[in-house]
Structures are given as structure tokens and as C-alpha cells.
């Protein structure tokens, strides 16, 4: 698929055993009133993108390095969130909710639904059928995240 609408976090098939379709959960989802995200500004330029993040990753490791010898839990922290990149994409994390979209084998969007969360990211969804209440139940949660449950009625 081309032109989602964020960066594909994961991928799970749904409980429906009649029409083949998963679930896939959206992380860093674009906001098209605003401006772009990290990933986005420099998704044109992969060298660069690279550059940035490892050289993040370096300074970040050396932050966290110093903060272990000296005892100081703020270099570690800030360390480690710029080490991962996390420190870059942050904002974007925070701006925007996550989201899902429900897909067919073509491709063809059936289903989306956003989050609003602690951090907006669909880091893991799931999905079972209630028997009793006729519907589809979508668990989701983030890293670090609430665990939400979602009823769909058919």
C-alpha cells in the first residue's frame, strides 16, 4: 500500500473466518493541516535520514555513558531517548493519535479508527469474537500505554 496515512507498526489477520483481512496498526501518523514528520522531511533523502539517526545514536550513547559514571538519571534518560531516535520523533508521538486501519487482500481499506493515548502509537492489536454480544472485540495498547478495548457492532 502506498500513501497510509503513518509508518506501519504491526500486522494481525482478524477474527472474521469468512473474508480474509488484518488489521494494521499506524505509528507516527501524519497530520496533513500541520507540518510533516521527521520521518517524512527527510524521506526523500535515506542517506541523510541515516546519518542523523546514527549520529543521534552516538551522542545519545555517550550521554548515557557519562550519565552512568556520574550517577546523573537525567543524562541517562535523555541519553537513551537519543540514542533510540526517540528524542526526534517525540513530538510527532505526542501530536497525533494512533490509529488502525482494517485492510482486504487488495488492499482496500474496510475499517480505520483512531486513539488518542499516552503515546500515540498502535504498538500491538488484537482481535476476538463475542458470541454473546454479537460483535468484534479490538484490544489495543502502546509502549508504555493504556490497554484499550474496542467493541465492534456489526
Given at each position: 500500500?502506498?500513501n497510509l496515512?503513518g509508518e506501519p507498526?504491526?500486522?494481525?489477520?482478524?477474527?472474521?473466518?469468512?473474508?480474509?483481512s488484518?488489521w494494521v496498526?499506524?505509528?507516527l501518523?501524519?497530520?496533513?493541516?500541520?507540518?510533516?514528520s521527521?520521518?517524512?522531511?527527510?524521506s526523500?533523502?535515506?542517506?541523510l535520514r541515516?546519518?542523523?539517526l546514527r549520529s543521534?545514536?552516538l551522542?545519545?550513547?555517550i550521554?548515557h555513558s557519562?550519565?552512568?559514571?556520574?550517577g546523573?538519571?537525567?543524562?541517562?534518560?535523555?541519553?537513551s531517548?537519543?540514542k533510540?531516535?526517540?528524542?526526534?520523533i517525540?513530538d510527532?508521538?505526542m501530536?497525533?493519535?494512533?490509529?488502525?486501519?482494517?485492510?482486504?487482500r487488495?488492499?482496500?481499506?474496510?475499517?480505520?479508527?483512531?486513539?488518542?493515548?499516552?503515546i500515540s502509537?498502535i504498538s500491538e492489536i488484537?482481535?476476538s469474537?463475542?458470541?454473546?454480544?454479537?460483535a468484534?472485540?479490538l484490544?489495543?495498547?502502546s509502549?508504555g500505554g493504556?490497554l484499550n478495548?474496542?467493541?465492534?457492532?456489526?
Amino acid at each position: 500500500m502506498d500513501n497510509l496515512p503513518g509508518e506501519p507498526e504491526n500486522i494481525r489477520r482478524t477474527s472474521n473466518k469468512t473474508k480474509e483481512s488484518y488489521w494494521v496498526g499506524l505509528a507516527l501518523t501524519r497530520d496533513y493541516n500541520s507540518k510533516l514528520s521527521f520521518m517524512d522531511d527527510y524521506s526523500d533523502e535515506p542517506n541523510l535520514r541515516k546519518l542523523i539517526l546514527r549520529s543521534c545514536f552516538l551522542l545519545g550513547t555517550i550521554m548515557h555513558s557519562i550519565g552512568n559514571c556520574f550517577g546523573s538519571e537525567t543524562l541517562k534518560t535523555k541519553g537513551s531517548s537519543l540514542k533510540t531516535g526517540i528524542a526526534l520523533i517525540l513530538d510527532d508521538f505526542m501530536k497525533n493519535p494512533g490509529m488502525a486501519i482494517e485492510i482486504d487482500r487488495e488492499s482496500n481499506v474496510l475499517l480505520s479508527f483512531q486513539i488518542k493515548d499516552d503515546i500515540s502509537v498502535i504498538s500491538e492489536i488484537n482481535e476476538s469474537y463475542d458470541d454473546d454480544i454479537n460483535a468484534r472485540i479490538l484490544y489495543t495498547t502502546s509502549s508504555g500505554g493504556n490497554l484499550n478495548r474496542i467493541i465492534l457492532k456489526e
